[in-house]
Structure formats: structure tokens, C-alpha cells
């Protein structure tokens, strides 16, 4: 199975800041993986998808690099509505496995 | 739009079968290349991808549960269903119906439904 390491696993910050969020796979993957944010009590909902195409409807201060094995997501100007957990998802390889998540709380 | 909604019980044993459907509207079962599949998620944990299942042939299972995973496809109902044997209270989770398009990650998922395993 391909590993997915996600980090950092929680960080705090405030309204308006830079967050950056990392994903490593254990093999290269191309850009075969997606960007994902759940809120509690609800199912992920996609934000990127092919490391760097943003969703329809997603706001743009979500964006999304990397290529192989190493990617990013970066939510710039962060807004109250982007306090959650994201989780990155690779489809290269089945399993499809996830990274252990990323928890956004406020600073 | 395209819509799932997992059902199916939302208590079991130790030792049952847990079997759950996804009932899809907005697209039909069969339409595209499309790959249907199953997610869970333990409270407070992340996510587990269980398998998929293609409507016209084939299926792929995660290992660590492809000895009691079975998946099925009803298109008359155009339904698809999951079944875990030999449960065990490690199998607690929300169980999520998810749509894969071919090649790609998920695209839309289900409200997700609590399966709780307990004596």
C-alpha cells in the first residue's frame, strides 16, 4: 500500500493567515491525489483534485501543488468557514489510501 | 444532481454481517466510467477506503478487509450494496457511499450512516 503522511496533524491559526498543509507518499504518484475538508457531522467534500485543479465552487484561496511525491495545499486569507479537518487522498494505486488529517482550529 | 444515500441497520453484534445499500439518483448505475465504493471513518479517526465496484464487472477490495468484504450491484434499483462479515467492535464507523470516476478521486459522497458493533 502507498503510505500517505500528512502534516502537520493539527495547527492553530488566525482569521486572514497563510496555512500551508503536506502530504507525502511513500512512492510516486504522479498527480494522482485530491484535497479534501470535513467539517463535524458531515461527509469530506472536494477542494482540489489532481494536486493542483481547483473544484467548481471552491474558493480560490484554496490552491493545491506537487507532483511525485510530495504536495501541498495552501488556503491563503484564511476565513472562519475554514476551520476543519483536511485529509489527502491518493488514487494512483489501490488501496485508495487517505493521510491521517490535518485539524485547522482557531488560534 | 447527482445524490447517494447510504441505509441499512445501525446496530449489530459481534459475529453479525453488516450490510448496507447506497441508493444513487440524479445518474444512472450504469452511465459513464464510473466506479462505485465504499469509505469508513471510526469516530475521531481518519479514513479508510473498504473497495469498489464497477456496475459492468469487477470489483477491488481493500486488503486488510478483502476476506470479509463482498460488494453488489442492484441497476434496476440502481443501488449498490456493501456487506462485512464477522464484524467485530473495530468495525464501528460511519460507512460512506462515495462515487470514483475512472482515474480519478472521489467526486460525491453520501451523507454517511453510523454503524455501531456491540454486545
Known amino acids: 500500500d502507498i503510505q500517505m503522511t500528512q502534516s502537520p496533524s493539527s495547527l492553530s491559526a488566525s482569521v486572514g493567515d497563510r496555512v500551508t498543509i503536506t502530504c507525502r507518499a511513500s512512492?510516486?504518484?504522479?498527480?494522482?491525489l485530491g484535497w479534501f475538508q470535513q467539517k463535524p457531522g458531515k461527509a469530506p467534500k472536494r477542494l482540489i483534485y489532481?494536486?493542483?485543479n481547483l473544484q467548481s465552487g471552491v474558493p480560490s484561496r484554496f490552491s493545491g501543488s506537487g507532483s511525485g511525491t510530495e504536495f501541498t495545499l495552501t488556503i491563503s486569507n484564511l476565513q472562519p468557514e475554514d476551520f476543519a479537518t483536511y485529509y489527502c487522498?491518493?488514487?494512483?494505486?489501490?488501496?485508495?489510501?487517505f493521510g491521517g488529517g490535518t485539524k485547522v482550529e482557531i488560534k | 444532481q447527482v445524490q447517494l444515500q447510504e441505509s441499512g441497520p445501525g446496530l449489530l453484534k459481534p459475529s453479525q454481517t453488516l450490510s448496507l445499500t447506497c441508493t444513487v439518483s440524479?445518474?444512472?448505475?450504469?452511465?459513464?466510467?464510473?466506479?462505485w465504493s465504499w469509505i469508513r471513518q471510526p469516530a475521531g479517526k481518519g479514513l479508510e477506503w473498504i473497495g469498489r465496484?464497477?456496475?459492468?464487472?469487477?470489483?477491488n477490495y481493500n486488503p486488510s478487509l478483502r476476506s470479509r468484504v463482498t460488494m453488489s450491484v442492484d441497476t434496476s434499483k440502481n443501488q449498490f450494496s456493501l456487506k462485512l462479515s464477522s464484524v467485530t467492535a473495530a468495525d464501528t464507523a460511519v460507512y460512506f457511499c462515495?462515487?470514483?470516476?475512472?482515474?480519478?478521486?472521489?467526486?460525491?459522497w453520501g451523507q454517511g450512516i453510523l454503524v455501531t458493533v456491540s454486545s
Open positions: 462515495v462515487r470514483l470516476p475512472a482515474g480519478k478521486d472521489v467526486d460525491y
Open positions: 440524479g445518474v444512472s448505475i450504469t452511465s459513464g466510467s464510473y466506479y
Open positions: 465496484i464497477y456496475p459492468r464487472g469487477g470489483t
Open positions: 512512492q510516486g504518484i504522479r498527480n494522482d
Open positions: 489532481t494536486a493542483s
Open positions: 487522498l491518493q488514487h494512483n494505486t489501490y488501496p485508495l489510501t
